[in-house]
């Protein structure tokens, strides 16, 4: 099966790099576009992707040798970006009411 970069999933994917809050999910979705793209064809896509032309040139910047650096780069530029509107994920290891472990 063959990914259409300029399919309305692709463009999801980038809505999700946007909304989700989760690091790693963040990680994972721009991973995943820069596998099913091309480096060369990738400004174009990146066009299409992030309405912000700051977040489609961070993402262009991403070089896939480099991925894991360029990629937090991005990420955090763009968390930073959204500040208090951020969303944010907190893995609970346990909850407790009054004495009792309820988790």
Request: glycine share 4%; proline share 2%; with cysteine.
């Amino acid at each position: 099966m063959q990914f259409d970069v300029f399919s309305p999933s692709s463009e999801q994917f980038a809505k999700v790099i946007l909304n989700v809050g989760d690091y790693e999910m963040q990680v994972a979705l721009s991973e995943a576009l820069c596998r099913m793209s091309i480096k060369r064809s990738r400004k174009e896509m990146t066009n299409k992707w992030f309405a912000n032309p700051v977040f489609a040139e961070g993402f262009n910047a991403i070089n896939d040798t480099e991925f894991e650096i360029d990629c937090r780069t991005f990420l955090n530029d763009l968390n930073i970006y959204f500040g208090d509107e951020r969303r944010g994920v907190h893995t609970i290891f346990s909850t407790f009411q009054t004495s009792t472990s309820l988790f």
